[in-house]
């Protein structure tokens, strides 16, 4: 027997499946897509079996023999074989990268497999003789015995079972506990003996022994029992009472919510959109749905009845949302329909867990998964649906080979199991609405809000005639009265600060100079709390300068806003308000996120303050104010879809407010008030942007009127970089149809990041039969030539930016 094998190197000659002989004792347990141990030059390496059979061309005497198989049950289906082969041809990606990227993390990193016992009834003495009187052996063990035969027998009998255990990479933190001793006699005995001096002592132990938790941080003992540290200590000396230490991410406990599951009666508009999308999945078409809604309009609801469908059907489901919109909002109400059914994918998990997740879908025992990008590989075997929430987020393309589209991915998905996909936002991106309106999608309009309430109004002021007025707060006149008026009334505020981009810099007020990295060529951030500057692409630091490196003027500080400074202002101009801050800095802790959510929603809060972060998902009645405090650092972007982006923000953000019975209304702040994708987002009418937008991309020749690659080469030395780009951008040039326009060599905006130089050319076709093999071949130029020099050279199909 002879398989077919992906090896793990990535490196061009190999990039190519080899054939190895399967010695007789492992004939029975090779799959196609298990993975093997295999030698690999003087190496060891690991593999995917992609064929198994009988006969080779090849010279059989020079084959080599795999050597161990790592999974007794494959890893990867059928059908993620079959994605894995078209990813590596759509991204121009290494297959052995296409097949990693399917698997949890937890399968790349070091790992230990046990078998354990579950029932022995009818197994093989010699079997069962290497458990003794364990229930648990480990998977060497059974392998230096040659006994993996037969335990894949049982495994599939359901005698035994296999586990595997985790070593985390990164280590879990601990905490240390106190509690009492076990012995209660030496407990009581020493109580006795405690003198009137040390009451406190006395009172320490008598907590203990009315609690109902036996195990408490030092600081929760303080706090509690208004003990000291000493008293603690004291208490330890004796023996009385004992220190432990515990893994902390199991000490979380969930937090707690009495919210139930809703049930209503859909809108005519949403049954029109279901019934075509039961449709469709009643009779096994796998039509792709643009289901455009405006916020708030239950697009949420349908998904959870098309899932719903699907699952009366014996099928599963994958649900697509943006990591930064796995919201526990929105994740609960999926566990509060579906329950135990559905596995909930983020990036709070530990990778041990998320195997954990991975698994239940593996063995069918879930039957929807709520994940980021990377969930819609979930190994699902009979999909019914798959549902992208704002499908027009950046997040769902991975910047990193494999460069996919999650989009790209459901698509081919939904094919191969003949269901639908829905693809749904209150903004669309363009190509997606362009398709749409070419048929090639099937669009459902959901014009109104589920509860009948009106869209928020959205009032832009102009900030520089504030400054002009000589306010040089960062609220405006207007939303300073707006803030107040809701403080007065009790109701919930939501202040946006867009930090997409560089919105925090140290600027010399005499020359202009703003401070940069020297290595990567962007503006330094601002950070208060040490007056440090950081660079944001590399990690450098600096101290804030206290003259102009260029002019020796003192007039240089800090420009721009951070949250921080944003939160002081408020303090300042409305001293009563209870604030809630949202940020990169707020949410660095476990759970934190989600703590600050329900604190809001419970109304602890009168203001949240936030950044992107809380633009999405947010569905609290009480708000009723929305202030975006600068619209503008995303229009500056160096980016042809900075209006896009602009646009969808301001109407994600609007959408925050007034969601429930209590109306809403939205201030934009901005230097720009004449833009049209700000002008536009007042009436936040979708399609008046959509035309507008359309009219300049196909005037700039941008997508989705044209297709885009992007190439970028780069180098530590400026001019090997600018060569090699060159190098490359002529070869494509001569190569490509003479209607392709092939842009550049220019150096990228961001120009340098981490002391590598960077230059880029920009592919521009309508159509270009000839594209994927050309960049396959100067691929090959770059891999077996350039690469060499220390070049290095990516492709990218469908950039999501092009910085
Ligand atoms: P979207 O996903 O389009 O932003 P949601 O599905 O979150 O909209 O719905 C917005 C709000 O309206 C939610 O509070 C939801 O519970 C409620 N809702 C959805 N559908 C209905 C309906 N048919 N009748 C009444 N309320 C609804
Ligand atoms: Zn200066
Ligand atoms: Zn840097």
Redesign the pocket.
Known sequence: MIVEVIVDVSAYPIDRPFDYIVPEHLEELVERGSRVHVPFGNRKVQGFITNIKQRTDLDMSKLKEVQSIIDVEPVVTEELLQLSKWLTKKTLCYEIDALQVMLPAALRASYKKNIKLINPVGLDDAFLDLFGKKDIVSYEAIEKADLLRPMKKYLTAGNVQLETVIKQQAKAKTIVKYKLVEDKEYIAEQLNKITKQARKQKELIEWLLLQEQSAFTMQELVESTNVSTATVKALLDKHVIQKGTKEVYREITSLEYNDKD?R????EE?SNALTKITHSQDHAENTTFLLH?V???????IYLHAIENAISKGKQAIMLVPEISLTPQMTRRFKLRFGDQVAVMHSGLSIGEKYDEWRKIWRGEVKVVVGARSAVFAPFKDLGVIILDEEHESTYKQEDTPRYHAREVAIWRSEFHQCPVIL?S?TPSLESFARASKDVYSLQT?RL???EQALPTVKVVDMRAELKNGNRSMFSVDLADAVKEKLEKKEQIVLFLNKRGFSSFVLCRDCGTVVECKQCDISLTYHRAGEQLKCHYCGHEEPVPTKCPECTSDHIRFFGTGTQKVEEEIAKLFPNARVLRMDVDTTRTKGSHERILKQFGDGEADILLGTQMIAKGL?FPNITLVGVLNADTTLHLADFRAAEKTFQLMTQVS?RAG??DKEGVVYIQTYTPEHYAIELSKSQMYEPFYHSEMLVRKQYEYPPFYYLTLVQVTHENVLLAAEYAKLATDWLRGNLSSSTMVVGPTACAISKIQNRYRYQCLIKYKKEPLLIEKLQQLIKIYRTEWMKKGIILTVDLDPSTIL
């Open positions: 809703q209503f009666q859909l809108t949403q809604g916020t708030g309009s239950g697009k949420t609801e749904g209150a959901l809000r589920a509860k569905d959408g969601r429930h």
